[in-house]
């Protein structure tokens, strides 16, 4: 499965930016998705998923109440709306899939990644 994120920007403090991760040629109903990102410097961390389960969406604490993950009308697209951007939202931002997982903001469970999608927050 191919991932590809794509969205991000340059965006003011307080701004909003909406990523799309798009699969080539699979679709991702039966997937658990995760948003990551990564920050210069730092570790990669989840940011939000989607369980296959019941289909709902967990967030981290940093994104609870300004990001909204979803899965698209098309059912090889996943979306992120990201609201009320902080700077330390910056950085590289990416989607995962995996089949054999529930849900989950771990990134080693995930086994298909796309490449990253830069979301820069500054005034």
């Known amino acids: 499965v191919q991932l590809q994120a794509s969205g991000g920007g340059l965006v003011q403090p307080g701004g909003s930016l909406s990523l799309s991760c798009q699969a080539s040629?699979?679709?991702?109903?039966?997937?658990?998705i995760g948003w990551f990102r990564q920050a210069p410097g730092k570790e990669r961390e989840g940011v939000a998923c989607?369980?296959?389960?019941?289909?709902?969406?967990y967030y981290a604490d940093s994104a609870k109440g300004r990001f909204t993950t979803s899965r698209g009308d098309a059912k090889n697209t996943v979306n992120l709306q990201m609201n009320r951007l902080k700077p330390e939202d910056t950085g590289v931002y990416y989607c995962?899939?995996?089949?054999?997982?529930?849900?989950?903001?771990?990134?080693?469970?995930?086994?298909?990644w796309g490449q990253g999608t830069l979301v820069t927050v500054s005034s």
């Open positions: 995962a899939a995996d089949l054999g997982i529930s849900y989950s903001d771990y990134d080693a469970d995930y086994d298909y």
């Open positions: 040629g699979y679709s991702l109903d039966e997937y658990a």
């Open positions: 989607i369980s296959t389960t019941d289909g709902r969406p």
